[in-house]
């Protein structure tokens, strides 16, 4: 857009100072300037004279704002229908629990016969020269080339959703299907106006998009319009800016990542996989439980260190989730349900080897710390998960392949809170799905399990 100016700042008229003629100031707004220098007069050199030379560069370019497509006056939308009629009494199971008098609002949901509907600045439909030129607005954001009408002459006005509009304020969405098809959606009574029943609605829209008008140079040669004094037609630059729709696949690929990241929590695995973003936290599963009057989920956890998780993680879980809890789901978080394994080992030391090496080997095996070449002992709490269950070949393999070793056998194998129930013939223990198994060896918790070696032979 050019710009003139025959005032200074100080409102007095600009004269060349040689000659004293008015001089007019012309320039163009930021997005129409040229991108580079244009030299619009020159002097020859001294051979040729060094005479003045004008009209030297011409600069053309689109100076009125176009695009592309066909308005379709007044389609006809129907009628919103009637409210479906009311239950009668005593033919339905909802007979006594809801308040007959009370009906659903009737839905209405018209489809535009023509697709696809074309998106772009904001125009003004009362205007002669919008049925063909867009607006050259600097909205950041296009909306659709639609304008909406009841058959009163009421204007039900295109937002970009409901949520925030008024229950008195008259206004419509558009919803587009991946096919380009566009529905008209209006309010319910509470998030926006709902229309009443037998109102009449008509549309007056503009499809066309897509990079089919993106047409060359000097392609134009007609305009349909009564605007008076036009004498020619042309587009000296190829037009630009027309954008085919996203296809779904590149929408999903080229979505923000913010967008890949999961914020909620809603089956049990998504509580068990938020929990476990936090490290001080090595494991944790989640179940949805029904108690009583609604559904709670308790998240069982697993502290990363070998402690039992205290009151401070518990709690930092706790505050985390509920900022993704599932609404009308009550949270709970909990330790695991840690099982104490009893173990005792009969090992046969074969003769020529001490029988004190051969336990300092075997305990320096079955440790919860880590061995001397940085693996994992066998007790470590981490060897253990959720519902895991415990075979006790690995110990016994484990036990065997210590040097000094003729022979292992598993005398015990139960939990301590079951010592009824030995496993050592069966050669498994199964735990719950909350459960976890331990076996710390540790004399001031033996509910967390004991390990033990009956040693005979050796030296």
């Not at 004279?49 to 560069?57: E, K, L, M, Q, T």
């Not at 009362?126 to 867009?134: D, F, K, V, W």
Request: glycine residues 8%; hydrophobic residues 35%; proline residues 7%.
């Amino acid at each position: 857009m050019a710009h003139r100016q025959t005032l200074d700042f100080q409102n007095r008229v600009l004269v060349d100072p040689l000659n004293g003629e008015p001089i007019t100031r012309v320039w163009w707004a930021t997005e129409d300037a040229l991108p580079f220098p244009l030299c619009i007069s020159s002097t020859t050199d001294i051979p040729h004279g060094a005479h003045p030379v004008f009209n030297v560069s011409v600069a053309r370019g689109n100076i009125v704002p176009a695009d592309h497509g066909t308005w379709l006056d007044w389609e006809d939308l129907g009628e919103v229908p009637a409210a479906p009629a009311p239950p009668v009494p005593g033919t339905s199971c909802t007979c006594g629990s809801t308040d007959l008098s009370q009906s659903s609002r009737p839905r209405f949901f018209p489809q535009l016969s023509k697709a696809p509907l074309t998106f772009a600045p904001p125009f003004d439909p009362t205007s002669a020269a919008s049925t063909l030129l867009a607006s050259s607005s600097s909205t950041p954001y296009l909306t659709p080339q639609l304008h909406v009408q009841d058959d009163q002459s009421l204007d039900w006005p295109i937002v970009r959703d409901l949520l925030s509009t008024s229950a008195t304020k008259r206004a419509s969405v558009v919803e587009i299907e991946n096919d380009g098809t566009a529905f008209l959606r209006f309010g319910d009574g509470q998030y926006g106006m709902a229309a009443e029943t037998g109102t009449a609605f008509s549309a007056r829209y503009r499809i066309g998009n897509g990079a089919a008008g993106n047409i060359g140079r000097d392609t134009l040669g007609h305009i349909l319009t009564d605007i008076p004094g036009i004498l020619q037609v042309r587009n000296p630059l190829a037009a630009a800016g027309g954008t085919d729709p996203e296809s779904m696949t590149h929408i999903r690929q080229q979505a923000p990542f913010a967008f890949r990241s999961q914020l909620r929590a809603v089956t049990e695995d998504d509580y068990a996989v938020m929990t476990q973003l936090d490290p001080a936290i090595f494991e944790a599963r989640g179940t949805l439980r029904w108690t009583g009057s609604w559904y709670t989920v308790f998240v069982s956890v697993d502290a990363a260190s070998t402690t039992s998780p205290g009151t401070a993680p518990i709690t930092t879980t706790k505050k985390r989730l509920n900022l993704l809890r599932t609404a009308g789901v009550d949270l709970e978080v909990e330790g695991a349900i840690l099982v104490g394994l009893r173990i005792v080992l009969q090992v046969c030391v074969d003769s020529s080897h001490f029988q004190s090496d051969v336990r300092d080997a075997l305990m320096h095996l079955f440790i919860t710390g880590d061995q001397c070449n940085g693996k994992p002992g066998l007790l470590n709490p981490h060897n253990f998960t959720f519902g895991q269950t415990i075979y006790t070949s690995p110990l016994i393999a484990a036990a065997q392949s210590v040097d000094g070793v003729s022979s292992v056998t598993l005398t015990t194998f139960q939990r301590m809170d079951d010592p009824s129930t030995d496993a050592a013939t069966t050669g498994y223990l199964t735990m719950g799905r909350l459960e976890i198994a331990r076996c710390d060896n540790d004399p001031n918790r033996l509910d967390h399990g004991l390990f033990a070696l009956n040693l005979d032979g050796g030296k």
